[in-house]
């Protein structure tokens, strides 16, 4: 069982609407989860993090997080043509600083 | 920007040749973690280094083995190159307080191994 999973997509949303990504982990010791946006052919850039139950905003962006069901998610509202991306979740386990990513999801919204 | 840079941008070697690649963490940041990143997948975990000691390992073969500098600074080498080893490899830079730090990515070498 992979430490991380995200369906790879592609996703694809109108400009203007709510664009939801969605992960799961399987431990359930993981203590922070992180989203990093990743563009074609460039390194991952880090939009939010999480460490605890709940949502937390930051602009467009919604993080939420739900510890029982094990999942993470990242809400994009008003979706704009330079969100177009692949979305990487990480997770942190919390013994040692290693992340576990997903193959991420790729991510377009149509003008 | 996240003020971390890799060096060089772009690498070509053939399969059993050996290869350096360099990062320079963000000022302030005390911990680097390498990361290969194969097409269409999420980044692997390679190493970490922690004050210049290696600090949690993925899975990956000694032949992949760093180094980190007094000033943080980090090498990642690769002996005996294999095809399979083309990748983007990634170098992140955090300040480790006691787990979960956020990292901040440098912009990667991409290698091919030919």
């Known amino acids: 069982q992979k430490e991380v999973e995200q369906n790879s997509g592609p996703l694809s949303v109108p400009e203007g609407a709510i664009a939801s990504l969605n992960c799961t982990y399987s431990d359930r010791g993981s203590q922070s989860f992180f989203w990093y946006r990743q563009y074609s052919g460039k390194s991952p850039e880090l939009i939010m993090f999480i460490y605890s139950n709940g949502d937390k905003e930051d602009g467009r962006f919604t993080a939420q997080f739900n510890k029982a069901s094990q999942y993470v998610s990242l809400l994009i509202r008003d979706s704009q043509p330079s969100d177009s991306a692949t979305y990487l979740c990480a997770v942190n386990k919390g013994t040692g600083n290693q992340f576990y990513f997903g193959t991420g999801t790729s991510l377009t919204v149509i003008p | 920007e996240t003020g971390v840079t890799q060096s060089p941008t772009h690498l070509i070697k053939t399969r059993g040749q050996q290869v350096t690649l360099r990062c320079s963490s963000q000022s302030g940041h005390n911990t680097v973690s390498w990361y290969q990143q194969a097409l269409g997948q999420g980044p692997q975990f390679i190493f970490q280094y922690y004050r210049e000691e290696e600090n949690g390992r993925g899975n990956f073969p000694p032949r992949f083995s760093g180094l980190q500098f007094p000033n943080y600074s980090s090498e990642l080498n690769v002996n005996a190159l294999e095809l399979d080893d083309s990748a983007l490899y990634l170098c992140?830079?955090?300040?480790?307080?006691?787990?979960?730090?956020?990292?901040?990515f440098g912009p990667g070498t991409r290698l091919l191994v030919l």
């Open positions: 992140a830079s955090s300040f480790q307080t006691g787990g979960g730090e956020t990292q901040y």
